[in-house]
């Protein structure tokens, strides 16, 4: 029996990279999952449902833009309608920023990576939670990253936006610790996904650096922690944001 067996929820971002990697193992582990990202990445979605559903998992694609309230509210409809229960939601849907110097960047590009990565999650959270409070309980995992721990160079807005999800994370662990749902993060170093592939030579060696392993890491490696944080494994743990980072942080 896997660590989710029995568990229903959803992955956002999971047409691709971390969100595919983490839709994928949780079910493996067990676990019904809809997988959901942007109307625009149906077929990448759509593909990780067949993924999952050519090694024996069951799983459905739903269309969500995180940013849009209505989008959020009739995902968590879609994970009830299709499963009867939201026992799980991994918030990982994010966008890059646009490598500006703070007081270059551009105030509608602040506000659209907030948009996303910082009230896409209270979005997503707010729902999740009000379902899992009348379901009795449930677990969350937020993705954060190294740049939601640290100042980063040219990347103010998601480092902002981080910095906010982790705090949101905190939050929402102590205000339902008491109602069985669990809220955690995980903040991941450089991770080979369309995230690193855009980024130039000179870029990645630069934000490689602060890894003591030196490599750049699989969305797999990444997919292992989220889905130990959801489980019952991680039973005791809540509001942490646990970085998957090859040792950036003990530097
Ligand atoms: P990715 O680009 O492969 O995946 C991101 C997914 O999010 C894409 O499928 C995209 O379509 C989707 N998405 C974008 N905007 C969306 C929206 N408004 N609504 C719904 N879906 C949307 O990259 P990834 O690395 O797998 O990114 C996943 C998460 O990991 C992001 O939150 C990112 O900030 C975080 N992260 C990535 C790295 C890295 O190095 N790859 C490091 C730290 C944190």
């Excluded at 449902?49 to 309230?69: K, M, P, T, W, Y």
Aim: net charge negative; with cysteine; charged share 25%.
């Amino acid at each position: 029996m896997g660590s989710m067996t029995g568990r229903a929820g959803l992955v956002t971002g999971a047409a691709s990279g971390i969100g595919r990697a983490t839709a994928i193992r949780a079910a493996q582990e067990g676990a019904r999952v809809v997988v959901s990202d942007l109307e625009l990445a149906r077929e990448p979605g759509e593909e990780t449902v067949r993924l999952i559903r050519d090694a024996g998992g069951e799983a459905h694609f739903q269309a969500c833009d995180v940013s849009r309230a209505e989008d959020q509210d009739a995902l968590v409809a879609f994970v009830l309608e299709r499963f009867g229960a939201l026992d799980f939601a991994h918030n990982n849907a994010g966008i890059g920023g646009g490598g500006e110097l703070l007081a270059d960047v551009e105030d509608e590009d602040f506000d659209r990576v907030i948009a996303v990565n910082l009230r896409g999650v209270f979005l997503g959270m707010k729902r999740q939670i009000r379902q899992m409070l009348r379901g009795g309980g449930g677990s969350i995992v937020n993705t954060a990253s190294n740049a939601g721990l640290r100042g980063v160079k040219r990347l103010a807005p998601y480092t902002a936006a981080k910095h906010g999800l982790v705090g949101l994370t905190k939050n929402a662990a102590v205000e339902y610790a008491e109602d069985r749902i669990r809220v955690n993060a995980v903040a991941p170093g450089t991770i080979m996904t369309g995230f690193a592939r855009g980024a130039t030579p000179e870029r990645l060696a630069q934000i490689m650096k602060p890894q003591a392993m030196q490599r750049i890491g699989e969305p797999e490696e990444v997919a292992a922690a989220v889905v130990w944080l959801l489980s019952d494994d991680a039973s005791f743990v809540t509001g942490v944001t646990l970085p998957v980072d090859a040792g950036s942080v003990a530097g």
